[in-house]
């Protein structure tokens, strides 16, 4: 991706950054994106969770420019909202790993580089200007995952995330009927796929095909993403707690029980996600479970969301139900899918232009002011 100077007009919502995709990638890319498990009603869930919280409007405040700065984790952010951990993220278009690490630094957000990138761990953390996280997956071995944490820390980064909703990886229909893998291999099959996609293949021809670039091989500790992770047990997160002294955070929680035992055992912050709906259809929306788990945890114990966050609103609607944190998945590839650079840079300031309108409504002039009071439901009761 040549150029950050060049700008575009924000699409107006999700659904229109996801058409544009739609029409650049080729289908078996999209689908791998888009995707989910089984019959994709966990991701449907995540997203109707969503839509279907009421905000309440109030009136006659003085609508000031609202101050959406924010401090989680020790960290002072610039944005409530960061990138979600996503493997292989230049299969939206070449250079969407660097993109995002541009726009971090450019915003001062947190982007979680996934074990799975496409980019070195250690040149997104470069690019992001000490605003990224580090996901950790435990596949293969155990000394391989360490030995991936070394190189996290030698980086310089300071927060872990480490990833444990991935017991065996969940059964996405759409990848198996358009034959999806990785590494990613050009089949017959695919060929008027990205035939009829020129801009794509032409440009992921010139970039050279993405692969896991923090593994030098199959053979070094290699990473298969059809592989168990289950390395990740209770017993390998204190092993980790003890190992790892900065920031950690436990992501792909949804359940109060499992979020109470890993505050106990020391972990900085749970991080609420059901994998975007891509690991069990049946699992239970992610802002239903934030609000289960808030209460169980109480008010300052740091939760961070992913999952259905589809606009500025839903950011504050996360907020509102007890998220310090937010992050995207889908949305930044999109954007990138759509309109490269520039579009990371325009979902930033569409999300950022959507949440100053909210806050407006709501009557707040900064980010630390949304809380419950402003869900209709604490005015209008539960019906
Ligand atoms: C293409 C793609 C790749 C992903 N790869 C990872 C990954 O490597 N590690 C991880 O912890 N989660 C991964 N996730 C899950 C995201 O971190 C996040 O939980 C989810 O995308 C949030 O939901 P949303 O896409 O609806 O915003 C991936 C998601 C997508 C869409």
New binding site residues.
């Given amino acids: 991706m040549s150029s950050t100077a060049r700008t575009i007009d924000p699409l107006p919502l999700y659904a229109d950054w996801r058409s544009a995709a739609r029409r650049r990638l080729p289908r078996l890319i999209f689908d791998?994106?888009?995707g989910a498990a089984g019959e994709e009603a966990a991701?449907h869930r995540?997203?109707s969770a969503f839509r279907d919280l009421p905000l309440m409007p109030r009136v006659l405040v003085d609508p000031r420019e609202a101050d959406l700065t924010s401090n989680v984790l020790g960290q002072p952010l610039g944005l409530p909202f960061g990138c979600?951990?996503?493997?292989?993220?230049d299969?939206?278009g070449p250079g969407t790993d660097a993109a995002l690490a541009r726009a971090a630094a450019r915003w001062r957000f947190p982007l979680?580089i996934?074990?799975?990138?496409s980019t070195p761990l250690e040149r997104l953390a470069e690019m992001s200007e000490g605003h990224a996280w580090f996901?950790l997956?435990v596949t293969g071995s155990i000394e391989a995952a360490l030995s991936l944490v070394d190189r996290a820390e030698a980086a310089g980064i300071g927060t872990l995330?480490l990833?444990v909703?991935?017991p065996r990886l969940g059964k996405r229909p759409r990848d198996l009927r358009n034959g999806f893998r990785t590494p990613l291999r050009w089949q017959a099959r695919h060929l008027l796929d990205f035939a009829l996609h020129p801009r794509w293949s032409l440009g992921t021809l010139r970039a050279g095909v993405p692969r896991m670039a923090n593994y030098s091989g199959a053979s070094a500790g290699g990473y298969d993403r059809t592989a168990a992770r289950r390395g990740a047990d209770w017993e390998f997160l204190q092993r980790l707690r003890q190992r790892w002294q900065r920031t950690l955070v436990v992501?792909?929680v949804v359940c109060p029980d499992d979020a109470m035992r890993i505050r106990e055992l020391g972990a900085d912050a749970v991080?609420v996600?059901?994998?975007?709906?891509?690991q069990m259809d049946a699992a239970p929306a992610?802002l239903q479970a934030l609000r289960a788990i808030r209460d169980a945890v109480g008010p300052d114990y740091p939760l961070v969301l992913?999952?259905?966050?589809?606009s500025g609103e839903d950011i504050v609607k996360a907020r509102a139900c007890g998220a310090d944190l937010v992050?995207?998945?889908?949305?930044?590839?999109y954007a990138s899918a759509s309109a490269g650079a520039p579009g990371v840079q325009a979902l930033v300031q569409a999300l950022l232009e959507d949440m100053g309108i909210a806050l407006a409504q709501l009557g707040c002039s900064a980010w630390r002011e949304v809380g419950p009071q402003v869900l209709a439901e604490r005015h209008l009761g539960h019906s």
């Fill in positions: 791998f994106i888009d991701l995540n997203e979600a951990p996503m493997g292989m993220c299969l939206a979680c996934s074990t799975a990138s996901q997956y995330v990833t909703d991935v992501k792909g991080y996600s059901n994998h975007g709906g891509r992610t992913d999952g259905g966050l589809r992050m995207l998945g889908r949305p930044w590839l």
